[in-house]
């Protein structure tokens, strides 16, 4: 985990509002994953991005979620409107080639918690 | 539908003893095979890897088993220590895709 910074670790929202969340690859990576996990699943793939592009969303519902990770600064999960449903843990991964397909490993932060109430 | 599956969500096993979690999945497409392991309020953190031309691989405690033709992979921690205390992850990828796919994670719980 060290080296991946994600914020905030807690996030309380009402229905209705936005929810960001923040996330620091480690140092030198460039290729940014995001993932949810619901109570008692696994994992599950939301977008991958790397400077400035978004290279596969498919994992993100198309509506009120959105990601970008600028040239300068953090990567943000913005998620719209929220609705009880998006309560979970998102966890950010970074790493240093993109090359998840050979087996690159994925360096996770600690998650953000997003609890809608 | 679950391509990648952890049927055991939690397994107890005596501090000393072999410690031996099963993944099972089913896209022969994927390549690599890998463990996670996460503690609570905290993020998966990579354990081990195999690739699918092995059969084997081994780091220290760890050593990962992989069975093509049953599609099938087990993880075995020998001897098993109170840290090992987690939840285990198996995560799958291949082809041209670089999404990790996930199981649902088994909790390994070492008795002292």
């Known amino acids: 985990n060290a080296g991946v910074m994600q914020n905030p670790r807690h996030l309380v929202r009402r229905r209705g509002q936005e929810a960001r969340l923040r996330c620091s690859p480690m140092?030198?990576?460039?290729?940014v994953y995001w993932y949810r996990q619901l109570p008692e699943e696994g994992l599950k793939f939301m977008v991958y991005?790397?400077?400035?592009?978004?290279?596969?969303e498919s994992g993100m519902p198309k509506e009120r979620f959105s990601a970008e990770f600028p040239k300068e600064g953090p990567s943000i999960l913005r998620i719209q409107q929220v609705v009880r449903g998006d309560s979970a843990a998102y966890f950010c991964a970074s790493s240093l080639t993109g090359q998840g397909a050979l087996g690159e490993t994925q360096y996770f932060g600690p998650g953000t918690r997003l609890l809608v109430l | 539908d679950q391509q990648v599956k952890q049927n055991s969500p939690s397994l107890s096993v005596q501090e000393g003893r072999i410690s031996i979690l099963n993944c099972d999945y089913t896209?022969?497409?994927?390549?690599?095979f890998l463990w996670y392991k996460k503690y609570p309020a905290e993020g998966p953190t990579f354990l081990i890897s195999?690739?699918?031309i092995k059969d084997k691989n081994e780091d220290g405690r760890f050593t990962v088993f992989l069975n093509k033709s049953a599609k099938h992979l087990s993880l075995h921690i020998v001897p098993s220590q109170p840290g090992d205390s987690a939840v285990y992850f198996c995560a799958a990828s291949g082809g041209s895709n670089y999404q990790l796919i996930w199981g649902a994670g088994t909790k390994l719980i070492i008795k002292p």
């Open positions: 195999i690739s699918s």
């Open positions: 140092k030198g990576h460039s290729h």
């Open positions: 896209n022969s497409m994927f390549d690599y």
């Open positions: 991005l790397q400077k400035e592009n978004i290279i596969d």
